[in-house]
């Protein structure tokens, strides 16, 4: 009899989490008007003339958030300090937006210095890096605004780092960052030195620094910090005190091996780096959440295209029954995607919060990009956030950097 009835208590649980498993979610065309992009970015950049058009855009296929338990409320998360939330304007630099806002976390974590840090003076950075790096490869590099998130590291060890007072890479009567001229212009350049087959490095450099000024102002050779002045490598070291180094990416995917270090294979890894900790899926959801548990905050990358990506209608990402059931989401869905393009390297983001409830966990992302403000600060309550829940990250969240004491008990099996 008790054997009988184990085996009845097995087979009712089976059906109940098969049932929910396979609970249908629908999907449903949305037809979006213009939203905080053309409304506010766009017409906040100096000079924009154009006028914002008032016709719906083509259908897309979203999930319908109708009836699904999505998290309301960003003030019922578990948070960590983090500044609010700025806009990267008509730019693609998330990737410094993220890690910045991470490492501000960082500074205010291990020294209580609530400092409020440029994204720009890495931006700003990084191309002079590009340039040089077009040159001695003789034009084999990706150009592009994106890049990686480690970049912000690999920059800042060279470079050092600026106060947002200092310089903000805006110039006088602008409201928001705007590179797309700055690009197109530094990419015709470069362009011209391939086809000219004129490699001198140092022309190639002053060139682009020279466009750069013109559309971003130049940035200080020092700070002034209490009557001292500093430069980006001194305010780094003797002021923010905090190491580059302590900073790792992981990774988790199966086309390289796991417990290596390796590269990242997108575009926006320009300068193919190599020191991704790649580990296995459960190994990396493991850590995300163990960061967020100890209040260390992480910055995040991945894919924010998807149908359930609901940046208009809920600030939340979940992946829908109809793309996956949650059962059935691991490694081989989560590569399948990668290596078929369906996953790709769009978004850098900021984890600074996560909400336990039902045997889930939903993370809270602070985000500079314009999906989340749309709707207005006064109409949004969760301006500048997403709900993200873990199954999303699982299947469409490459990589994130984190501080490595994190990853201490896992180091020893690299090789």
């Given at each position: 009899m008790k054997k009988q009835f184990l085996s009845i208590c097995f087979i009712s649980l089976v059906l109940a989490v098969s049932a929910q498993d396979t609970k249908t979610s629908k999907g449903v065309f949305r037809f979006y008007e213009p939203g905080y992009y053309q409304n506010s970015i766009l017409k906040g950049i100096e000079k924009y003339e154009s006028t914002v058009e008032t016709v719906k855009l083509a259908g897309t296929f979203k999930l319908d958030p109708a009836g699904l338990a999505i998290p309301t409320d960003k003030s019922t998360f578990k948070t960590i300090w983090h500044l609010p939330p700025v806009s990267q304007g008509n730019t693609n630099t998330c990737w410094s937006y993220s890690a910045t806002s991470m490492l501000e976390s960082e500074i205010y974590r291990l020294s209580r210095q609530e400092v409020k840090l440029s994204e720009m003076f890495t931006a700003y950075c990084e191309y002079i890096e590009r340039a040089e790096q077009f040159v001695r490869t003789r034009g084999k590099i990706n150009i592009g605004e994106g890049s990686e998130m480690n970049a912000v590291i690999k920059v800042m060890k060279k470079y050092g780092a600026l106060p947002y007072s200092a310089y903000s890479g805006l110039l006088?009567?602008?409201?928001?960052?705007?590179h797309e001229k700055m690009f197109n212009e530094i990419k015709a350049f470069l362009d011209g030195l391939k086809s000219r087959n004129a490699w001198d490095e140092v022309t190639a450099v002053n060139t682009?620094?020279?466009?750069?000024?013109?559309?971003?102002g130049q940035p200080p050779a020092t700070v002034n910090i209490k009557g001292k002045d500093y430069t980006p490598g001194q305010y780094l070291s003797e002021i923010l005190r905090i190491n580059p180094g302590?900073?790792?990416?992981?990774?988790?995917?199966?086309?390289?091996?796991?417990?290596?270090?390796?590269?990242?294979?997108v575009p926006d890894n320009w300068w193919n780096d190599a020191s991704y900790y790649n580990i296995p899926l459960d190994d990396y959801m493991k850590i995300l959440k163990k960061a967020l548990k100890s209040g260390i905050t992480v910055s995040i990358a991945g894919d924010v295209s998807?149908?359930?990506?609901?940046a208009r209608e809920a600030n939340a990402a979940m992946v829908p029954s109809f793309d996956i059931p949650s059962s059935?989401?691991?490694?081989?869905?989560?590569?399948?995607?990668?290596?078929?393009?369906?996953?790709?390297?769009?978004?850098?983001?900021?984890?600074?919060?996560?909400?336990?409830?039902?045997g889930i966990t939903w993370f809270l992302f602070k985000d500079?990009?314009?999906g989340s403000r749309t709707g207005g600060l006064e109409k949004n309550l969760n301006f500048g956030y997403y709900f993200v829940h873990e199954d999303y990250v699982k299947l469409k969240m490459m990589?994130?950097?984190?501080?490595?004491?994190?990853?201490?008990?896992?180091?020893p099996k690299f090789k």
């Open positions: 006088p009567g602008q409201e928001f960052q705007s682009v620094k020279s466009i750069m000024n013109h559309y971003m302590d900073y790792v990416d992981v990774l988790s995917y199966m086309q390289q091996p796991y417990w290596k270090q390796v590269i990242f294979e998807e149908a359930g990506f609901l059935a989401i691991d490694e081989n869905a989560r590569q399948f995607r990668f290596s078929n393009g369906t996953t790709t390297d769009d978004h850098g983001l900021h984890v600074i919060g996560y909400q336990e409830k039902d500079s990009g314009a990589t994130f950097l984190v501080n490595k004491e994190v990853m201490k008990d896992l180091l």
